[in-house]
């Protein structure tokens, strides 16, 4: 039986968001001002959404291992602190870029950010693929999938609709159609009307047209064989 993983949506996103942002620095000439400022924005963005997921994770989903498996809490734990650190070297990159002024500067500044971010992005790659496999093994052995389900809604709570609103984007561009029709359906079902409007609204906007009318119709079918 395929269990509930707890991670998928959100990774799925976050990875939508690291690919983006590693593609638009490759992409950025650094001596153009507004190029710069939109990559600059873009690494912000994404320091900010993978340090808000890790504050998550090492408050609602750590916790729930930590009487079974302490050890690898702790091994968890110690990985987020890695992840601030290559944050905060990261956003030191960032903050500092505009008080150079020679364009020799900034080409330089622009390759030593995207290594960092490349850093960053290999670090989170393999962090979340560990979490998937060895935390989801442990959540799976002492929870339920409602008990999980649970936990994911903690969370959505948890989150400032603003905040939301970033990672609801990068989630509706990283998951396939089935998952995104899925999402709408259970926010249909389940959240009040202008909530399930802004997300289809959003789906419109980030997903493709055909990508779009794909999700439209399967939402339709789940509503007619209801
Ligand atoms: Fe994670």
């Known amino acids: 039986m395929q269990r509930f993983n707890i991670f998928n949506q959100i990774h799925k996103g976050l990875r939508a968001l690291l690919f983006d942002t590693a593609l638009c620095l490759q992409q950025t000439d650094f001596t153009n001002e507004v190029e710069a400022e939109e ?56 903050e500092t870029f505009f008080l150079l002024t020679s364009p020799t500067e900034r080409v330089m500044a622009g390759q030593k950010l995207s290594i960092a971010f490349m850093e960053f992005t290999i670090f989170n790659l393999q962090h979340m693929a560990k979490e998937e496999d060895l935390i989801n093994t442990i959540l799976w052995r002492y929870y339920s999938d409602e008990n999980l389900v649970s936990i994911q809604h903690q969370i959505v709570l948890s989150t400032t609709p603003w905040l939301m609103d970033f990672y609801s984007k990068w989630m509706l561009r990283g998951i396939n159609n089935a998952e995104a029709t899925c999402w709408l359906q259970s926010v249909q079902q389940t959240a009040p009307e202008v909530v399930f409007q802004t997300l289809y609204s959003k789906a419109q906007t980030e997903l493709s047209p055909g990508r779009f009318q794909k999700v439209s119709d399967g939402l339709l079918e789940g509503v007619l064989t209801a």
């Not at 994770?57 to 079974?68: G, N, R, V």
């Not at 091994?75 to 956003?91: A, G, P, V, W, Y």
């Open 39 to 94: 990559a600059l924005n873009k690494v912000r963005e994404t320091v900010l959404l993978f340090d808000e997921h890790a504050h998550k994770e090492d408050k609602y989903i750590l916790p729930a291992i930590s009487d079974f498996e302490p050890s690898v809490m702790d091994c968890f734990e110690k990985e987020h602190e890695k992840d601030i650190m290559l944050s905060n070297q990261l956003t030191a990159s960032v």
